[in-house]
């Protein structure tokens, strides 16, 4: 799997949209990116995923750039329960191989 | 969606005793789940691949006689923690996939494990 970055932490108003980016300029043409989120003492939660087209859901926006080497993550307006690590990986879809972890990225949403 | 449980979500237990978590996908089957180890403050640590049928994968300096890994369904895998030290106290995470659907990996909501 592809190598991400990800700042370590970042801060964020409530109610202000919550951009973090991500780095992974050695993706695969058949690699997607994926992003989770771990809310403290919990399992980390799935968010979004995509290919090359950016992708929206009840959740989140990935905005992916046309080189796919880097991705953005958007919470369009930020609450306090967002405050968690979130987590960049990109991986083959069909693949069964195991997903590593790097240390994500910190978010505190400030009221 | 996809839903992976796990069992206990907490537990405590003595030195020099064994420990089992449950990790089960609920509505899907997984032939492959992965166990991760995550220590305070650290992100996820993957500590062993398990696999339907057949022997677990461990990740290098994890030992496999330490961490049983038991898969025998497509639908529950158990991992045995023996003999536990106080230096096992952690939170161990399950996460499955439903290779049917290709859908994403799917967590379990973690066993917080402190030995005394």
């Known amino acids: 799997d592809a190598k991400t970055t990800q700042p370590p932490s970042m801060d964020c108003a409530e109610g202000r949209a919550a951009n973090l980016p991500c780095n992974h300029s050695t993706i695969s043409g058949n690699e997607y990116v994926y992003w989770y989120r771990q809310i403290h003492s919990q399992g980390p939660q799935y968010i979004i995923h995509g290919l090359k087209n950016n992708e929206t859901n009840e959740m989140a926006s990935l905005i992916i750039t046309e080189d796919r080497k880097s991705s953005t993550l958007i919470l369009p307006h930020a609450t306090l329960r967002d405050t968690a690590v979130y987590y960049c990986i990109v991986r083959v879809k069909t693949s069964y191989d195991k997903v590593i972890f790097g240390p994500g990225t910190s978010l505190s949403v400030i009221p | 969606g996809a839903v992976v449980s796990q069992h206990p979500s907490r537990v405590i237990c003595k030195s020099g005793t064994s420990v089992k978590i449950e990790c089960r996908s609920l509505d899907f089957q997984a032939t492959t789940m992965f166990w991760y180890r995550q220590f305070p403050k650290q992100s996820l640590m993957l500590m062993a691949t398990s696999n339907e049928g057949s022997k677990a994968t461990y990740e290098q300096g994890v030992e496999k006689d330490k961490f049983l890994i038991n898969h025998a369904s497509l639908t529950l895998s158990t991992l045995t923690v023996t003999s536990a030290h106080p230096e096992d106290s952690s939170f161990y995470i399950c996460?499955?996939?439903?290779?049917?659907?290709?859908?994403?990996?799917?967590f379990g909501n973690g066993t917080r494990l402190t030995v005394t």
């Open positions: 996460s499955a996939r439903d290779g049917q659907t290709n859908s994403p990996l799917h």
